[in-house]
């Protein structure tokens, strides 16, 4: 099993900027991937950022392309999303996932973690 742990949601204006962090634990031979995923209220959760751990390839969802960098720490298993230039439309509960090789893709997601918040004002 792979336990996930995120930290570091908040509120914050338009325009702001916020890091979160996720801290994974468990069998490290489980996963080849890790990343971010959102989900606004009454929306579908969404594929945010990810990153293969193997040799750093990353994936960006359009909306967030340009404004979000992932980043990895292989030692510290530990993955980052600096989140630049928010908007009021990135408000989401924002997700830690692992898995093998899984894109954007949530079907191949294995390991969720519960969730932080991120809220951004006008």
């Known amino acids: 099993q792979v336990r996930l742990v995120e930290s570091g949601g908040g509120s914050v204006q338009a325009g702001g900027s916020l890091r979160l962090s996720c801290a994974a634990s468990?069998?490290?031979?489980?996963?080849?991937?890790m990343g971010w995923f959102r989900q606004a209220p009454g929306q579908e959760r969404e594929g945010v950022a990810t990153?293969?751990?193997?040799?750093?390839?990353?994936y960006y969802s359009d909306s967030v392309k340009g404004r979000f960098t992932v980043s990895h720490d292989n030692a510290k298993r530990m993955i980052y999303l600096q989140m630049n230039s928010l908007k009021p439309e990135d408000t989401a509960m924002y997700f830690c996932?692992?898995?093998?090789?899984?894109?954007?893709?949530?079907?191949?997601?294995?390991?969720w973690g519960k969730g932080t918040l991120v809220t951004i004002s006008s």
């Open positions: 996932a692992a898995g093998v090789t899984f894109g954007l893709n949530q079907d191949f997601v294995e390991f």
């Open positions: 468990g069998d490290r031979n489980r996963y080849n991937s």
């Open positions: 990153i293969y751990t193997g040799d750093g390839t990353t």
